[in-house]
Protein backbone atom coordinates (compact mmCIF):
# COMPACT_ATOMS: atom_id res chain seq x y z
CA UNK A 1 0.00 0.00 0.00
CA UNK A 2 1.27 3.70 -1.29
CA UNK A 3 -0.31 5.76 1.29
CA UNK A 4 0.65 6.37 4.94
CA UNK A 5 0.37 3.23 7.23
CA UNK A 6 0.23 3.09 10.84
CA UNK A 7 2.29 1.01 13.05
CA UNK A 8 0.13 -2.72 13.24
CA UNK A 9 0.36 -5.18 15.55
CA UNK A 10 -1.52 -9.14 15.54
CA UNK A 11 -4.08 -8.41 18.52
CA UNK A 12 -4.75 -12.42 19.52
CA UNK A 13 -0.94 -13.65 20.00
CA UNK A 14 2.31 -12.79 21.05
CA UNK A 15 5.11 -12.59 18.15
CA UNK A 16 8.78 -13.49 19.10
CA UNK A 17 11.23 -11.97 15.94
CA UNK A 18 15.49 -11.51 15.68
CA UNK A 19 17.37 -9.69 13.03
CA UNK A 20 20.74 -10.24 12.65
CA UNK A 21 22.95 -6.92 10.69
CA UNK A 22 26.25 -7.91 10.28
CA UNK A 23 29.28 -5.65 8.21
CA UNK A 24 32.50 -5.82 6.84
CA UNK A 25 34.42 -2.00 6.34
CA UNK A 26 37.96 -1.57 5.13
CA UNK A 27 37.81 2.00 7.46
CA UNK A 28 36.04 3.62 10.37
CA UNK A 29 34.96 6.83 9.47
CA UNK A 30 34.83 9.65 11.63
CA UNK A 31 31.85 9.38 14.28
CA UNK A 32 30.74 5.92 12.29
CA UNK A 33 29.68 3.80 14.58
CA UNK A 34 30.69 0.07 13.00
CA UNK A 35 33.55 -1.27 13.66
CA UNK A 36 36.52 -1.34 10.94
CA UNK A 37 36.78 -5.19 9.83
CA UNK A 38 33.86 -7.56 10.57
CA UNK A 39 31.62 -6.44 12.88
CA UNK A 40 27.88 -6.89 14.13
CA UNK A 41 25.47 -3.77 13.75
CA UNK A 42 21.92 -3.34 15.15
CA UNK A 43 20.98 -7.04 15.84
CA UNK A 44 17.81 -7.59 18.17
CA UNK A 45 15.55 -9.93 19.63
CA UNK A 46 11.70 -8.51 20.03
CA UNK A 47 8.65 -9.94 21.77
CA UNK A 48 5.32 -8.53 20.90
CA UNK A 49 1.51 -8.92 21.58
CA UNK A 50 -1.55 -8.04 23.50
CA UNK A 51 -2.11 -7.52 27.52
CA UNK A 52 -5.66 -7.35 26.76
CA UNK A 53 -8.06 -5.44 24.58
CA UNK A 54 -7.00 -2.28 26.39
CA UNK A 55 -3.14 -2.56 25.70
CA UNK A 56 -0.44 -3.83 24.04
CA UNK A 57 3.57 -4.08 24.43
CA UNK A 58 6.77 -4.40 23.45
CA UNK A 59 9.97 -5.97 24.26
CA UNK A 60 13.47 -5.37 22.37
CA UNK A 61 17.01 -6.15 23.25
CA UNK A 62 19.63 -5.45 21.23
CA UNK A 63 23.02 -6.08 20.83
CA UNK A 64 26.37 -5.21 18.93
CA UNK A 65 30.17 -5.07 18.67
CA UNK A 66 31.88 -1.73 19.58
CA UNK A 67 35.77 -1.92 19.57
CA UNK A 68 35.41 -5.75 18.82
CA UNK A 69 33.10 -6.36 22.07
CA UNK A 70 29.83 -7.18 22.15
CA UNK A 71 27.72 -4.72 23.98
CA UNK A 72 23.73 -5.61 24.65
CA UNK A 73 21.18 -3.04 26.02
CA UNK A 74 17.40 -2.88 26.19
CA UNK A 75 16.13 -0.85 23.57
CA UNK A 76 12.10 -0.92 23.78
CA UNK A 77 9.76 -1.90 26.83
CA UNK A 78 6.95 -0.82 26.38
CA UNK A 79 3.23 -0.58 26.42
CA UNK A 80 0.50 1.51 24.56
CA UNK A 81 -3.17 1.94 25.05
CA UNK A 82 -5.16 0.11 21.61
CA UNK A 83 -8.82 1.51 22.46
CA UNK A 84 -8.85 5.25 23.72
CA UNK A 85 -11.37 7.57 22.27
CA UNK A 86 -11.20 10.72 19.64
CA UNK A 87 -7.53 9.78 18.09
CA UNK A 88 -5.46 9.56 21.45
CA UNK A 89 -2.77 7.09 22.44
CA UNK A 90 -0.87 6.72 25.28
CA UNK A 91 3.01 4.86 25.46
CA UNK A 92 4.90 4.64 28.32
CA UNK A 93 8.41 2.74 28.89
CA UNK A 94 11.48 2.96 27.29
CA UNK A 95 11.12 3.60 23.13
CA UNK A 96 12.61 5.82 20.63
CA UNK A 97 11.76 9.29 20.50
CA UNK A 98 9.32 10.86 17.27
CA UNK A 99 11.94 13.31 16.57
CA UNK A 100 12.68 13.46 12.87
CA UNK A 101 11.91 10.49 10.10
CA UNK A 102 14.89 8.42 10.69
CA UNK A 103 14.86 7.75 14.83
CA UNK A 104 11.90 5.85 14.84
CA UNK A 105 12.89 3.50 12.68
CA UNK A 106 15.49 0.39 13.40
CA UNK A 107 19.00 1.65 12.10
CA UNK A 108 19.04 -2.15 10.47
CA UNK A 109 15.81 -1.06 8.04
CA UNK A 110 17.66 1.76 7.02
CA UNK A 111 18.36 2.50 3.17
CA UNK A 112 22.12 2.85 4.27
CA UNK A 113 24.59 1.04 6.05
CA UNK A 114 25.45 4.16 8.72
CA UNK A 115 23.09 6.62 10.13
CA UNK A 116 23.17 10.09 9.27
CA UNK A 117 25.73 12.20 10.40
CA UNK A 118 23.52 14.64 12.32
CA UNK A 119 21.95 11.34 14.29
CA UNK A 120 25.75 9.65 14.68
CA UNK A 121 26.41 13.30 16.39
CA UNK A 122 23.54 14.93 17.90
CA UNK A 123 21.38 11.63 18.66
CA UNK A 124 24.00 8.29 19.13
CA UNK A 125 22.24 7.13 16.06
CA UNK A 126 19.07 6.21 17.46
CA UNK A 127 17.84 8.11 20.87
CA UNK A 128 15.81 5.82 23.07
CA UNK A 129 14.76 6.61 26.28
CA UNK A 130 12.75 5.84 29.36
CA UNK A 131 9.61 8.41 29.70
CA UNK A 132 5.79 8.47 27.93
CA UNK A 133 4.02 10.03 25.13
CA UNK A 134 1.15 11.19 24.21
CA UNK A 135 -0.35 11.11 20.28
CA UNK A 136 -3.46 12.75 18.89
CA UNK A 137 -4.34 12.15 15.20
CA UNK A 138 -6.81 14.10 13.59
CA UNK A 139 -10.03 12.35 12.14
CA UNK A 140 -9.43 13.98 9.43
CA UNK A 141 -8.52 12.79 5.20
CA UNK A 142 -5.22 14.97 5.74
CA UNK A 143 -3.05 12.88 8.17
CA UNK A 144 -2.29 15.49 11.20
CA UNK A 145 -0.68 13.79 14.37
CA UNK A 146 0.21 16.01 17.37
CA UNK A 147 2.99 14.53 19.99
CA UNK A 148 4.28 15.00 23.38
CA UNK A 149 7.09 13.14 24.97
CA UNK A 150 8.62 13.75 28.24
CA UNK A 151 11.90 11.42 28.89
CA UNK A 152 14.18 11.32 31.49
CA UNK A 153 17.45 12.61 29.63
CA UNK A 154 20.33 10.59 30.43
CA UNK A 155 20.04 8.66 27.10
CA UNK A 156 20.24 11.81 25.47
CA UNK A 157 23.10 13.50 27.71
CA UNK A 158 24.36 10.59 29.86
CA UNK A 159 27.03 12.79 31.83
CA UNK A 160 25.05 16.06 32.85
CA UNK A 161 26.27 18.76 35.39
CA UNK A 162 23.07 19.96 36.27
CA UNK A 163 18.79 19.67 35.29
CA UNK A 164 17.09 16.83 34.39
CA UNK A 165 14.36 15.64 31.54
CA UNK A 166 13.79 16.23 27.76
CA UNK A 167 10.73 16.85 26.19
CA UNK A 168 9.65 16.82 22.79
CA UNK A 169 6.78 18.70 21.06
CA UNK A 170 6.29 16.24 17.35
CA UNK A 171 3.92 17.42 14.35
CA UNK A 172 3.21 15.35 11.20
CA UNK A 173 1.59 16.00 8.16
CA UNK A 174 1.02 14.03 5.29
CA UNK A 175 -0.96 12.96 2.27
CA UNK A 176 -1.09 10.77 -0.72
CA UNK A 177 -1.64 12.07 -4.43
CA UNK A 178 -2.97 9.77 -6.36
CA UNK A 179 -1.89 5.93 -6.60
CA UNK A 180 1.59 6.65 -7.28
CA UNK A 181 2.66 9.78 -4.95
CA UNK A 182 2.75 10.43 -0.97
CA UNK A 183 4.52 12.69 0.96
CA UNK A 184 5.12 13.59 4.46
CA UNK A 185 6.43 16.47 6.70
CA UNK A 186 7.32 16.73 9.84
CA UNK A 187 8.66 19.49 12.63
CA UNK A 188 10.16 18.70 15.64
CA UNK A 189 11.10 20.98 19.03
CA UNK A 190 13.15 19.71 21.70
CA UNK A 191 13.91 21.38 25.20
CA UNK A 192 16.56 19.65 27.29
CA UNK A 193 17.13 20.46 30.83
CA UNK A 194 20.21 18.43 31.10
CA UNK A 195 23.68 20.27 30.18
CA UNK A 196 26.31 18.22 29.35
CA UNK A 197 30.35 18.30 31.05
CA UNK A 198 32.66 21.05 29.45
CA UNK A 199 34.40 20.32 26.96
CA UNK A 200 31.32 17.89 25.79
CA UNK A 201 31.85 14.30 27.41
CA UNK A 202 31.09 12.60 23.90
CA UNK A 203 34.39 14.37 22.21
CA UNK A 204 36.34 13.54 25.33
CA UNK A 205 36.72 9.96 24.65
CA UNK A 206 35.01 9.69 21.39
CA UNK A 207 32.56 7.03 22.73
CA UNK A 208 30.27 5.94 19.68
CA UNK A 209 27.04 4.80 21.99
CA UNK A 210 25.81 8.06 22.84
CA UNK A 211 25.55 12.10 21.71
CA UNK A 212 28.67 13.37 20.92
CA UNK A 213 27.65 16.72 20.66
CA UNK A 214 25.12 18.35 22.65
CA UNK A 215 22.73 21.42 23.35
CA UNK A 216 19.59 22.33 25.61
CA UNK A 217 17.76 23.33 22.37
CA UNK A 218 16.72 21.41 18.88
CA UNK A 219 14.68 22.37 16.33
CA UNK A 220 14.18 19.09 14.12
CA UNK A 221 12.11 19.04 10.29
CA UNK A 222 11.72 16.66 7.85
CA UNK A 223 10.38 15.52 4.34
CA UNK A 224 9.48 12.75 2.93
CA UNK A 225 8.18 11.72 -0.49
CA UNK A 226 7.89 8.50 -2.54
CA UNK A 227 6.57 7.69 -5.90
CA UNK A 228 5.65 4.41 -6.90
CA UNK A 229 5.39 4.47 -10.80
CA UNK A 230 1.72 2.25 -11.62
CA UNK A 231 0.80 2.30 -8.13
CA UNK A 232 3.21 -1.05 -7.16
CA UNK A 233 6.15 0.11 -4.49
CA UNK A 234 7.40 -3.54 -4.40
CA UNK A 235 8.21 -3.02 -8.10
CA UNK A 236 9.73 0.62 -8.68
CA UNK A 237 9.74 3.42 -6.11
CA UNK A 238 11.68 6.31 -5.66
CA UNK A 239 11.82 7.52 -2.12
CA UNK A 240 13.40 11.48 -0.74
CA UNK A 241 14.08 12.04 2.57
CA UNK A 242 15.34 15.05 3.24
CA UNK A 243 16.38 16.03 7.16
CA UNK A 244 16.99 19.28 8.90
CA UNK A 245 18.33 20.03 12.32
CA UNK A 246 19.75 23.34 14.46
CA UNK A 247 20.76 22.82 18.13
CA UNK A 248 21.04 25.20 20.49
CA UNK A 249 22.78 26.76 23.64
CA UNK A 250 25.55 24.29 24.06
CA UNK A 251 26.57 25.18 27.35
CA UNK A 252 24.82 28.14 28.52
CA UNK A 253 25.99 28.07 32.22
CA UNK A 254 29.53 28.99 30.99
CA UNK A 255 28.65 31.24 28.29
CA UNK A 256 28.60 29.07 25.31
CA UNK A 257 25.65 29.83 23.68
CA UNK A 258 26.50 28.73 20.20
CA UNK A 259 25.10 25.64 18.53
CA UNK A 260 25.02 23.26 16.20
CA UNK A 261 23.73 22.61 12.97
CA UNK A 262 23.11 19.74 9.33
CA UNK A 263 21.25 18.68 7.51
CA UNK A 264 20.64 15.37 5.08
CA UNK A 265 19.39 14.75 1.65
CA UNK A 266 18.74 10.71 0.53
CA UNK A 267 17.29 9.75 -2.69
CA UNK A 268 16.68 5.62 -3.36
CA UNK A 269 15.46 4.41 -6.34
CA UNK A 270 13.96 1.12 -6.76
CA UNK A 271 14.43 -0.10 -10.05
CA UNK A 272 13.55 -3.90 -9.55
CA UNK A 273 11.85 -5.86 -7.23
CA UNK A 274 14.93 -7.32 -5.94
CA UNK A 275 17.36 -4.07 -6.49
CA UNK A 276 17.54 -0.76 -5.30
CA UNK A 277 20.08 1.89 -5.33
CA UNK A 278 20.66 5.42 -3.86
CA UNK A 279 23.17 8.18 -2.74
CA UNK A 280 22.62 10.45 0.72
CA UNK A 281 24.46 13.92 1.20
CA UNK A 282 25.37 15.10 4.35
CA UNK A 283 26.63 18.39 6.04
CA UNK A 284 27.54 18.75 9.29
CA UNK A 285 28.99 21.95 11.39
CA UNK A 286 29.37 22.05 14.89
CA UNK A 287 30.93 24.70 17.68
CA UNK A 288 32.85 21.92 19.56
CA UNK A 289 33.96 23.64 23.57
CA UNK A 290 37.29 23.52 24.32
CA UNK A 291 38.46 24.23 27.62
CA UNK A 292 42.32 23.82 27.39
CA UNK A 293 43.28 27.82 27.28
CA UNK A 294 41.46 27.92 30.46
CA UNK A 295 38.34 28.59 29.39
CA UNK A 296 35.39 27.24 27.19
CA UNK A 297 35.46 28.39 23.65
CA UNK A 298 33.85 27.36 20.65
CA UNK A 299 35.79 25.65 18.28
CA UNK A 300 33.73 25.90 14.97
CA UNK A 301 34.30 21.80 13.03
CA UNK A 302 32.94 21.17 9.55
CA UNK A 303 32.07 18.18 7.76
CA UNK A 304 30.69 16.30 4.57
CA UNK A 305 29.92 13.02 3.46
CA UNK A 306 28.67 11.53 0.45
CA UNK A 307 27.53 7.82 0.39
CA UNK A 308 26.37 5.53 -2.20
CA UNK A 309 24.47 2.23 -1.96
CA UNK A 310 23.48 -0.76 -4.16
CA UNK A 311 21.45 -2.70 -2.55
CA UNK A 312 19.80 -6.74 -3.63
CA UNK A 313 16.60 -7.95 -1.48
CA UNK A 314 15.74 -11.40 -2.85
CA UNK A 315 13.57 -11.71 -0.32
CA UNK A 316 11.65 -9.37 2.62
CA UNK A 317 13.90 -11.17 5.43
CA UNK A 318 17.14 -10.43 3.62
CA UNK A 319 19.52 -7.82 2.37
CA UNK A 320 22.70 -7.42 1.00
CA UNK A 321 23.97 -3.90 0.77
CA UNK A 322 27.68 -2.03 -1.19
CA UNK A 323 28.21 1.37 0.37
CA UNK A 324 31.19 3.70 -0.59
CA UNK A 325 30.96 6.64 1.52
CA UNK A 326 33.16 9.66 0.90
CA UNK A 327 33.79 11.94 3.94
CA UNK A 328 35.82 15.54 4.37
CA UNK A 329 35.83 17.98 7.27
CA UNK A 330 37.68 20.99 8.46
CA UNK A 331 41.54 20.52 9.85
CA UNK A 332 39.73 21.70 13.11
CA UNK A 333 37.17 18.35 12.66
CA UNK A 334 40.15 16.55 12.10
CA UNK A 335 41.97 17.63 15.71
CA UNK A 336 38.63 16.35 17.55
CA UNK A 337 39.51 13.41 19.75
CA UNK A 338 36.46 11.49 17.81
CA UNK A 339 36.52 8.03 16.88
CA UNK A 340 37.43 7.14 13.26
CA UNK A 341 39.16 9.84 10.57
CA UNK A 342 37.81 11.62 7.72
CA UNK A 343 38.59 9.33 4.49
CA UNK A 344 37.36 6.46 1.90
CA UNK A 345 35.96 3.55 3.22
CA UNK A 346 33.67 0.57 1.61
CA UNK A 347 31.31 -1.08 3.80
CA UNK A 348 29.48 -4.55 2.98
CA UNK A 349 25.95 -5.43 5.22
CA UNK A 350 23.91 -8.72 5.32
CA UNK A 351 20.46 -8.40 7.24
CA UNK A 352 18.92 -11.38 8.05
CA UNK A 353 15.41 -11.50 10.00
CA UNK A 354 13.59 -14.42 11.38
CA UNK A 355 9.79 -14.51 12.73
CA UNK A 356 7.82 -11.74 13.46
CA UNK A 357 8.73 -7.73 13.12
CA UNK A 358 6.91 -4.88 13.71
CA UNK A 359 5.73 -2.28 11.03
CA UNK A 360 7.10 0.48 10.71
CA UNK A 361 5.64 3.88 9.96
CA UNK A 362 5.82 5.67 6.83
Partial sequence: QLGLQAQ???????????????TASSRQL??????????????????????SEYFHAEIIGAFHTDDQKLGTHWENAW?????????????????????????????????FVERGLIERAFLGGHWVDDGVRLNWTAPTDLYVRLGLEAFSGRQLTPE???????????????DDWGVEHSWQWG????????????PESGAEDGHSDGPLFHGRGLWMSDFVW????????????????????????????????QGHAGHNLGLVWRFDRDWETGVRLDRLSVNA????????????????ETAWMLAYKPTDQQTVRLQWSHQTASASAWSL??????????????VLSFGAHGAHSF
Fill in 289 to 304: PDASSGSVMAVPARWR
Fill in 79 to 111: IQTTRLPAGWQLRAGRFASQLGYWNEIHPHADD
Fill in 8 to 22: TVNQTSWQMGLVLDT
Fill in 337 to 350: PLKGKPGHSVMVQY
Fill in 160 to 174: ATSGHGAYVANLKIG
Fill in 187 to 198: LSRVNNRREAHA
Fill in 30 to 51: SMAQRDRGLALGHSDLSLRGPL
Fill in 226 to 257: KWAPGGNPQHRQVRLVWEWVRMDRALPSEGLF
